[in-house]
């Protein structure tokens, strides 16, 4: 895995993590993904104290992938390393 310093840039889509009392995330607990090639994002709702999971499968996550996207040698690097081919 590849750490993005205040110098490289990636285009990247932000996701949406909305609880169900309406109010968006303040911050994350964790993100990982699940055996089941999932993207799983855990965070606690400020507003209404609700523990909450998004699970997104990785293809559906391909699918979000922004149109401008840079393609990159360095980008290719970290999809491989994400077990994604670009």
Known sequence: MRA???LDTMPF???????????EA?????????????????????????VSYLVKTLSDCCKEV??????SEADAFFLASMGIRP
């Open 4 to 6: 993005i310093n205040a």
């Open 13 to 23: 889509r932000p996701i949406s993590l909305v609880c169900e009392c309406g109010s």
């Open 26 to 50: 303040e911050s994350l607990h964790s993100v990982g993904l699940s055996p089941e090639y999932e993207l799983v994002v855990h965070w606690t709702c400020g507003s209404c104290g609700k």
């Open 66 to 71: 922004p149109e401008e996207a840079d393609t």
